[in-house]
């Protein structure tokens, strides 16, 4: 990512992860299989927008966020789904939502 | 402004996909996502190599507008339809740029890529092409746009309205949760910022609130409508967004979008900033 941009990076793919992110990544799934394009969001623990981006193909996300409670909610064609993950210091928190 | 002038919703853009005199255009940050399906009948700008100059950190010049759009097959009396991923992020910039150089007709799909996936509206891979036009851009309206010397004297005067998200506005985080944290040197926001964060603006399909919820919320966050505004955010095009809602929408006279934003705002030698909720805590 550079100055230029605001987008998120390419999601699902390993990327090294500094000793003090604290990074969410996970899945969406419908029916045990992966969802791509869906609209997933990152909610904080007031329920506050804080980012948003297109799960992969093969339904992956990431966000790169603060400690605390989080929600991640998904939004697809398909369905909705939402999943909630407590991320308490630096690290990968995997999360995992369900959409129907 | 009525709303019905600066938005068009998305059964609406299905209906007039070929509609002479419509052009419908998608604007992405991810500058892929149009190759990978698009509306039917649009055509693409890619706001890093068209409609940024490729040496200097400003836009292209007015030849460079006109250039772009005669290439694009775009008229002067054309309706431009923009729309685009990430909520319309970069399509209401493209908006605001569209305006900044004086095009006439031009709108935001409302809920852009997301509202017309969402409701499963088609999407094809087709090339788009369209015969070229002689297009004509007016000099730059910078009643509509602010730099970083107005934005300094606007400190406790103007409406700041910092649309980043809470954590970039405290000083917490440089750059949105979905993104590796760099950019600015400093972190924090323009003293005197109120913060209204952009998704404030929209609901979850990623359409506008209505005008008395967007009243409401900015008004509870503490906007003064008797007041100047200057909205900013880290690079110019969440600001877009909510320059939009304050300006198209909700038909507040003189507000302008800092497009140089966070990044340059925060890198500044000596300039003045405030971290924290902006609270007092």
Redesign the interface.
Known sequence: ?S???????QQGVD?AV?AN?VVLSGKVKSAGGPVG?A?V??L?STG???????SSPEGDF?????PGTWTVRA???SGNGQSSVSADGPGVHPVEVAVA | MSREEVLVSAAWSEENLDTPGVVFVEVDEDTTAYDGGHVPGAVKIDWKTELQDPVRRDFVDRAGFEALLSAKGIANSDTVVLYGGNNNWFAAYAYWYFKLYGHDSVKLLDGGRKKWELDGRPLDKDVVRREPTTYTAQDQDLTIRAFRDEVVEAIGDKNLVDVRSPDEFSGKLLAPAHLPQEQAQRGGHIPSAINVPWSKAANEDGTFKSNDELDRIYGEAGFDGSRKTIAYCRIGERSSHTWFALHELLGHGDVKNYDGSWTEYGSLIGVPIELGDGKGN
Do not use: N, Q, S
């Open positions: 990512m100055l230029d941009g605001c987008g998120a990076p990327i500094g992110e394009g609209f969001r990152l904080d506050e927008f804080t980012a948003e981006v297109v990431r966000f790169f966020a603060a939004l697809h064609r």
